[in-house]
């Protein structure tokens, strides 16, 4: 016997007791391994002992009990079909407000996705204007616009006819 | 494994097409094991009682469910082992609630019998429930899923591949939660296994 059977042994020996045969395997295999005679020992008084764990008390009408309630439970087909047809109404109704849910969440993603492409596209038109402005001639040939825009119509109409002559 | 192998697979059969003779011989076969198992994890006699008619009629509910698959026992104590679980769940978020709360048709049902087979203790029993009080301590003591491998593996009931189903891991992880178990179990009933009380009761 080798160590691996030893151990299957005392595997054994956690659910049944052994047999006469395997008895006289594990003590041949002791009288060799004396260090092993410990815990084989001790195994054997914690077998012993589990051994001694008492039956919990049950109630002698127990399995009738147990009957009735079933044949009460066989005898509520109505009260269960009843059950059924409730759960078959309400399931459908579940399934189609799972999918206005549904509807709801992508029409309002839809909304929030179209919402931000606008906002994109108004950015960039704005980008567009601010880019050419960059290339406007030089600020000097403004300089005195508002001086100009203030002068009288009339004025320029002089201006013209002198500049016309 | 066919109903062939297994006899009680094939009781459960003849409970799907609504047998209640066959429905009543599995209940009375294994009222106690399951009994047993429930009351270890759940240690209120009254509430582990409860809990053990709700399996069996959790058994019969799935009657119509049920395919030959696995060893009936091992399916039994399956559905025995999550209902505890459930229990254990449904305390630790409403502490307060009875397990009446959780099958209220229990209620409607007859007063329980229960043979008071402690009520009048003979001077040499003291000490052996003395023992046994102390072995169901150290048990209470170890993690749930090392106290029901070890209380599955007791008995010749279930193989190490059954208890790994009911488990849900592996053969080799069982009989390792077996020996941790056992390993704990060791140190906390020390004087015990040293004096070999036990032998003398």
Known sequence: MNETEYRELMEASWRRPLTAAEEARLQAWLAVHPEAQALWESELSLNHLLEQLPDVPVASNFTARVVQAAQREAAQPAARSFLQLVRQWLLPRRATGVAWAALAVCVTWFAVHQAESNTKARRASELVVISRTAVLSDPVVVEDFDAIQRLPYAEDEELFAVLNK | ?201
């Not at chain 2, 009682?49 to 030959?68: C, G, I, N, P, T």
């Not at chain 2, 001077?123 to 003591?141: F, G, H, N, Q, T």
Request: a negative charge.
């Open chain 2, 1 to 201: 494994m066919t109903e062939r192998s297994d006899p009680d697979a094939a009781l459960m059969l003849r409970v799907r097409e609504g047998d209640f003779d066959a429905f009543e011989q599995l209940v009375e076969k294994y009222k106690q094991p399951v009994m047993n198992l429930v009351y270890r994890t759940l240690p209120d006699a009254t509430e582990a009682e409860d809990l053990a008619q709700h399996v069996f009629l959790q058994v019969f509910k799935s009657a119509a469910r049920y395919e030959v698959s696995a060893k009936f026992s091992t399916w039994l104590f399956t559905i025995a082992r999550n209902l505890c679980l459930n229990e254990i769940r449904r305390r630790s978020r409403h502490p307060a609630d009875s397990l009446d709360a959780t099958f209220p048709d229990s209620e409607d049902q007859p007063m329980r019998q229960v043979e008071d087979a402690k009520a009048v203790p003979a001077p040499d029993s003291v000490m052996r429930s003395e023992l046994e009080d102390k072995i169901e301590e150290a048990l209470s003591e170890l993690p749930e899923k090392q106290r029901t491998a070890i209380l599955l593996c007791r008995g010749e009931e279930h193989s190490y591949e059954e208890i790994a189903t009911i488990l849900g891991c592996s053969v080799s992880a069982t009989k390792s939660l077996i020996h941790r178990g056992r390993e704990t179990l060791k140190q906390l009933l020390k004087p015990y296994l040293r004096t070999g009380e036990w032998k003398e009761k």
